[in-house]
């Protein structure tokens, strides 16, 4: 009797001890998320991918500096994306709701040291660097009560969302990459336009119900999920005879791979939040975090 009492009692302290760390690794996903650093984070790998295809010397005040933009941006976003957030996502909307104020500080302390480590590389790397934020600017804020956000017209946003990250991942490892020419970067820049584009009108897909509400009129919105998934496959899929130019100027097998599989991955994203009766509300780490896994493949096959 003793052995089962003792057998029950050690039950009991794993159980406990195991519901105890699933509820804090739940409360710690739940608050990267709503904070933005999840997507600040995953931003600084996708900002690590490009050095490697283009063979140049990572700059870690460079990463450091662009992990800081992502989130200024990301959370200047939640901050005018207050009543979209109530029904998209309550959680975050609360969040932004309780620490306006810290976050309002955060965006402007974030982007003052993301300047000073792009002036301590170069004036072009500070250019590039504002690109975000100023995209961030003019599609997010209202500017004047006549005139609409460029948000609110129909594609602008995806479409400067698109523009503003692949111009600010492809070019900052180019400046840092001698000689290389117009026919490696421009591949390189439309799979990350194509690759942000595509994300963006995913989560647009995620919160159709809200945009509607509001009325935002995304894509979804306006041409209804079946087209929307449709436009997006084929554009998705548009990446491979382009990407595949850069064989010819030196990419190497191993890293054509690794766009493949990252082109194939957005085509999963996209099935998988068109045809969800309920997307979870982690979907943004599936979205955002495939850099992990691109870029552990990328050092899997240098190694093979």
């Not at 995913?202 to 079946?226: H, L, Q, S, W, Y």
Request: hydrophobic share 50%.
């Amino acid at each position: 009797m003793q052995q089962v009492d003792k057998i029950k009692y050690w039950n009991d302290v794993l159980n406990s001890f195991v519901n105890t760390s699933y509820k804090k690794i739940e409360n710690l996903v739940s608050f990267l998320l709503k904070s933005t650093l999840s997507t600040a984070i995953f931003g600084s790998l996708r900002a690590y991918y490009p050095f490697l295809l283009f063979g140049a010397v990572v700059s870690w005040n460079i990463l450091l500096a662009t992990f800081l933009v992502i989130f200024a941006v990301y959370c200047m976003n939640n901050l005018t994306d207050k009543e979209e957030d109530e029904v998209n996502s309550p959680e975050k909307a609360s969040f932004v709701n309780s620490n306006e104020k810290t976050l309002t500080f955060a965006v402007g302390s974030s982007y003052i040291m993301a300047i000073i480590l792009g002036f301590l590389d170069s004036f072009y790397t500070v250019l590039i660097l504002l690109v975000p934020l100023f995209a961030g600017v003019i599609y997010s804020i209202k500017v004047s009560s006549k005139l609409p956000r460029l948000k609110d017209i129909f594609a602008v946003k995806n479409i400067i969302i698109a523009i503003s990250w692949a111009v600010a991942t492809t070019f900052i490892p180019a400046i840092h990459t001698p000689n290389v020419s117009w026919a490696f970067i421009i591949p390189i820049l439309y799979f990350f336009f194509v690759k942000s584009f595509v994300n963006s009108v995913v989560c647009d897909i995620r919160d159709i119900e809200g945009d509607t509400a509001n009325g935002i009129r995304t894509i979804p919105v306006g041409i209804g999920k079946e087209k929307t998934k449709n436009m997006l496959s084929a554009l998705t899929f548009s990446i491979m005879p382009v990407i595949s130019i850069l064989l010819f100027y030196g990419l190497s097998l191993g890293y054509f791979i690794t766009m493949a599989f990252s082109m194939i991955n957005s085509y999963w994203h996209i099935n998988y939040v068109s045809n969800a009766e309920e997307v979870s509300k982690y979907m943004s780490l599936l979205v955002h975090g495939e850099w992990i896994f691109v870029i552990v493949l990328c050092y899997i096959i240098t190694l093979v």
